[in-house]
C-alpha cells in the first residue's frame, strides 16, 4: 500500500519556523517529482512547492519564494518544507504529494487529480 504521511506540523507565532516532512511508503519516489500544497479553511487547495525527481529542480508559489525550501532525500524517500518567517497567512493545512511528472507541478493548473499520490496533510497554524 502505496502512503505518503507528513509530520512536523504544530503552532508557531508569526516570524518562526518549521520544518514539515513528507516519507513516502510502498514504494521507492525517487523517480518521482514531489511537491506541497495547502489549503485554509474555507479556501481552495493551492500549490506551494516541487522539487523534481533529481532535487535540481523547484518550483514555488510566489508568496512563499525565499521563505520557504523544499528538498528532498531520495535514499530516505523524504521530501522536507523548510519554512522561515511565517505568516498568519500561511495558516493551513499542509498536503505532501507526488507524481512521475514535474511539469504536473510547472503547467500553473494544479488540478488536484492530476497528482498520482497525496497525504492526509498536516495542520501549521501561525499566531500572529
Known amino acids: 500500500q502505496v502512503q505518503l504521511v507528513e509530520s512536523g506540523g504544530g503552532l508557531v507565532q508569526a516570524g518562526g519556523s518549521l520544518r514539515l516532512s513528507c516519507t513516502a511508503s510502498?514504494?521507492?519516489?525517487?523517480?518521482?517529482?514531489m511537491g506541497w500544497f495547502r489549503q485554509a479553511p474555507g479556501k481552495e487547495r493551492e500549490f506551494v512547492a516541487a522539487?523534481?525527481?533529481?532535487?535540481?529542480?523547484?518550483e514555488y508559489r510566489d508568496s512563499v519564494k525565499g521563505r520557504f525550501t523544499i528538498s528532498r532525500d531520495r535514499v530516505k524517500n523524504t521530501v522536507y518544507l523548510q519554512m522561515n518567517s511565517l505568516k498568519p497567512e500561511d495558516t493551513a493545512r499542509y498536503y505532501c504529494?507526488?507524481?512521475?511528472?514535474?511539469?504536473?507541478?510547472?503547467?500553473?493548473?494544479?488540478?488536484?487529480?492530476?497528482?498520482?499520490?497525496w497525504g492526509q496533510g498536516t495542520q501549521v497554524t501561525v499566531s500572529s
Open positions: 504529494t507526488a507524481d512521475s511528472k514535474f511539469s504536473t507541478y510547472t503547467s500553473g493548473t494544479y488540478d488536484v487529480g492530476d497528482y498520482a499520490y
Open positions: 522539487i523534481n525527481w533529481s532535487g535540481s529542480r523547484t
Open positions: 510502498g514504494r521507492t519516489f525517487s523517480s518521482y517529482a
